[in-house]
C-alpha cells in the first residue's frame, strides 16, 4: 500500500500561484511514477501533469508553461508548482501514484485508471 497526502491547496487571486505537494509513504516512493489530476464540479477527473520514475514529464496542454511537476525522492514528495493561475484552474487536485513498467509515452500517464493509488485532493479556488 501507498498513503498519499496532499498539502498546499487555496484560495489565490487570478495570475497568483500555488504549490502543491504530495507526500508518500508506505512503500519505496522512487518505484513509482506519480500523476496529479483534478476535478472540478460537475466534471470529470482530468489529468494534469506526471513524473515517471525516471523523471519524464508530461503536461496536459492547457497548463504548459503555467505548471511544473517535480519529485524529491529523498523526501518522498512530488509537487506541482503552479504559476499564472486561471478561474478555469479551480478543482480539486488529487495526487496519484502507479507501478508502471514497459511503458512510455504520454498514454501511460493520463488516464485514472492506470493509477493504484491515490490521495484525498485539495482544493484550489481561483478567484477573478
Known amino acids: 500500500q501507498v498513503q498519499l497526502v496532499e498539502s498546499g491547496g487555496g484560495l489565490v487571486q487570478a495570475g497568483g500561484s500555488l504549490r502543491l505537494s504530495c507526500a508518500a509513504s508506505?512503500?519505496?516512493?522512487?518505484?513509482?511514477?506519480m500523476g496529479w489530476f483534478r476535478q472540478a464540479p460537475g466534471k470529470e477527473r482530468e489529468f494534469v501533469a506526471a513524473i515517471s520514475q525516471s523523471g519524464n514529464i508530461y503536461y496536459t496542454d492547457s497548463v504548459k508553461g503555467r505548471f511544473t511537476i517535480s519529485r524529491d525522492n529523498a523526501k518522498n514528495t512530488v509537487y506541482l508548482q503552479m504559476n499564472s493561475l486561471k478561474p478555469e484552474d479551480t478543482a480539486v487536485y488529487y495526487c496519484?501514484?502507479?507501478?508502471?513498467?514497459?511503458?512510455?509515452?504520454?498514454?501511460?500517464?493520463?488516464?485514472?485508471?492506470?493509477?493504484?493509488?491515490w490521495g484525498q485532493g485539495t482544493q484550489v479556488t481561483v478567484s477573478s
Open positions: 496519484a501514484a502507479q507501478n508502471v513498467y514497459g511503458c512510455s509515452g504520454y498514454g501511460c500517464y493520463d488516464r485514472p485508471p492506470r493509477y493504484n493509488y
Open positions: 508506505g512503500r519505496t516512493f522512487s518505484n513509482y511514477a
